[in-house]
């Protein structure tokens, strides 16, 4: 388990060294372009509106669990050797956290290696993609659509939500307070229990409705980070054509709504809104990555 933690604070320092002066080492599709309003969504007041409602956990302490959690997941799959892509996935996804009303997390984004498909969020801004994932975009819109979804399950703090639905207040307050509110280290029977929570939470996903407002906000999010607003629709698109029994796949679709429900609800919500913004589908990852490499 130490070795995981030393992951997670090299995972903290890495990202920090992605700072404002190294974070735009490539052009960005639409910046500067991007209308702050379509037709009745205004995606200023969308955006920075996010999180008021959900400000009641101290952000030290959403980080401590985020930290926890982020544990749990390096402790299942390793991160992938590759610091280009490493490098390349923070970029992206700093560029993207930008466009909210929390820039100012630790935000920390790594690859996991598997070569699934799937993508994690944790608390206090730790988002994860996999290898597989990363390796089926055929964009860089698409992406970013994946990485603005994690990103908005952070911002309306649902895996919080869920811990405490789950396990109530009670759980929190033993972890958090025996942990000093972030410094020295929480009863073992406090973390225990709430390590198994996440876990259940990775294996058998959030509620439906939360997954829903994460699709709704990574549109919002990737369009006002100059991307194409299509990205993560086309990505749900691509989904329906994989088997929910193939073992690539099969973890994603149990944790999540039917592609099919998740597009109808975007349709309804997008209709012809997004369709005269410049933003733009980007290179696949793949060839960005050049870009990256010594």
């Known amino acids: 388990m130490k070795t995981i933690y030393q992951t997670v604070a090299a995972l903290l320092l890495a990202g920090a060294s992605c700072g404002a002066s190294a974070q735009l080492p490539f052009s960005l599709p639409g910046l500067d372009k991007l209308s702050n309003k379509l037709g009745n969504i205004n995606l200023g007041n969308a955006v920075g509106n996010l999180t008021k409602a959900a400000r009641e956990t101290d952000e030290a302490e959403e980080v401590r669990i985020g930290q926890e959690f982020a544990a749990t997941l390096l402790g299942a799959k390793p991160l992938v050797a590759d610091p280009a892509l490493q490098r390349y996935v923070n970029v992206l996804g700093r ?3 930008l466009q909210t ?3 100012d997390l630790p935000w920390t984004f790594g690859v996991l290696d598997d070569s ?3 993508a994690f969020a944790a608390p206090g801004g730790f988002v994860f993609v996999t290898r597989g994932l990363v390796a089926r975009m055929r964009s860089e819109a698409e992406l970013a659509g994946v990485l603005a979804h994690e990103i908005g399950h952070v911002l309306k703090k649902h895996h919080l939500r869920a811990v405490q639905k789950n396990a109530g207040m009670a759980l929190l307050g033993d972890f958090l307070g ?3 509110k972030g410094s020295g280290s929480p009863h ?4 225990s229990a709430l390590m198994n929570v996440g876990r259940k939470l990775y294996t058998s996903g959030l509620d439906k409705e939360d997954e829903f407002e994460a699709d709704r906000l990574g549109v919002v999010i990737a369009a006002r980070a100059g991307y194409d607003a299509y990205g993560l629709p086309a990505v749900l698109q691509a ?3 994989q088997n ?3 073992g690539e796949f099969s973890l994603l679709f149990r944790t999540h709504p039917a592609p099919s429900a998740r597009i109808a609800m975007l349709e309804a919500l997008m209709r012809d809104r997004f369709d005269g913004l410049p933003g733009k589908d980007g290179p696949p990852p793949a060839m960005r990555l050049t ?4």
């Open 95 to 97: 560029w993207l956290v």
């Open 101 to 103: 009303d929390r820039p």
């Open 116 to 118: 699934g498909f799937n």
């Open 178 to 180: 025996a942990a000093g």
């Open 188 to 191: 073992p029977e406090a973390r």
């Open 239 to 241: 989904l329906q054509a």
């Open 244 to 246: 929910p029994a193939d």
């Open 291 to 294: 870009e990256f490499r010594d």
